[in-house]
């Protein structure tokens, strides 16, 4: 099952019209509908926000899951939203990839650099 599916499955169980979620993740009518029929994928706030409406998680939304309440309990929430991402000690204890491959430190800086400078022109 697809996002678009999932989105709109969670919608009609709910009894909501198009109208009535997109005005909940202000969003517009037309976004939703491109959404539901997966002609456009919806970004990540707005995955987000899809997923705390419904309490379920985006694991959930785009497929990788079937069992829709899969999320990170509190304690753990709480530890990933503190962590910062420069610290050298974390990247290396966490391996963190992108498609299958290591990031080295260098890449880990420029991709921090990179979020940092987005969040800057928003």
Do not use: C
């Amino acid at each position: 099952m697809n996002i678009g599916s999932r989105i709109s499955q969670l919608r009609e169980k709910r009894g909501w019209t198009q109208e009535e979620l997109s005005s909940s993740l202000g969003i517009s009518r037309a976004a939703l509908s491109h959404y539901e029929k997966n002609r456009r994928e919806p970004d990540s706030e707005t995955l987000t926000k899809v997923a705390d409406l419904f309490n379920v998680s985006i694991d959930y939304l785009v497929g990788r899951t079937d069992n829709p309440h899969i999320t990170l309990d509190e304690g753990v929430r709480s530890f990933t939203d503190q962590l910062e991402l420069s610290e050298v000690e974390l990247l290396d204890k966490f391996s963190l990839t992108i498609d299958g491959r290591k990031l080295t430190p260098e890449e880990a800086r420029r991709f921090i650099a990179f979020i940092r400078a987005e969040r800057a022109m928003n």
